[in-house]
C-alpha cells in the first residue's frame, strides 16, 4: 500500500489502517482527507461535458430476406468475458448457467418461439443452438445473444468488417436467421 501511495497521489490518503475501520472514496490524496463519494459535482474538472455529433454509419451487413433479423452480442451481469474464472464459480453458474437467446414477445410470436425452445441461429459465418428467453427488453427485429458461452459462441456468428475509422471489427451486429430445431 506504501508504495501505491508514492507513486500515486489520488491513493496517498488510503492506508491499511484506514480501511479496516471501513471503506474510503477515490480519490482520498491525504491521511486526513475523508474521500471522495461523488468524484465530480455540477461541472468536470475542465468544465462541463462536451459533446460531438458524428455522422450515422449503418452497419457493413444488413438484414435482408435470408438473414431477416439483427444480431446483438454482450454480457450478463454474472460472468466476464469467456467465463474462463467466472465459470468456477458455482453461485454464478447457479444465476447464468448457459446461453439463450434473448427475443421479443413479437418476434417469438412471429416465429411461433416459446419460452425455452432450443432455437438454432444462423448467420452468414456459421451456426449456433441456444435456447430462447422471451424478455420484454428485446427489441422487435433485434435478438441479443451473450458471447461467455463456448457451448454456444455467439462471435462465431459475428462481422470481422472492420470500421472505417477506428478500424475496430463490427463484432456487434450482424444480420441472422433463426430456426426452431
Known sequence: MEEMNSVTPSYAGISYSRLENGGLHWPCPAPDHPGTPILHVGTFTRGLGQFHAIEYIP???????????YLTTGRVLYHFH???MTMQSEGLNELSPECFVEISPQDAADYNIKQGDLLRVHSRRGE?????????QAIK??????????KAAANRLTNPALD???????FKVCAIRIEKV
Do not use: W
Open 141 to 150: 427485429g433485434t435478438i441479443f445473444i451473450p458471447f461467455h458461452f463456448a
Open 128 to 136: 449456433i443452438q441456444a435456447m430462447a428467453r422471451v424478455s420484454d
Open 59 to 69: 452497419p457493413a451487413e444488413v438484414t435482408d430476406e435470408d438473414y431477416p433479423l
Open 164 to 170: 472505417p475509422i477506428a478500424k475496430i471489427p463490427e
Open 82 to 84: 469467456t467465463r474462463t
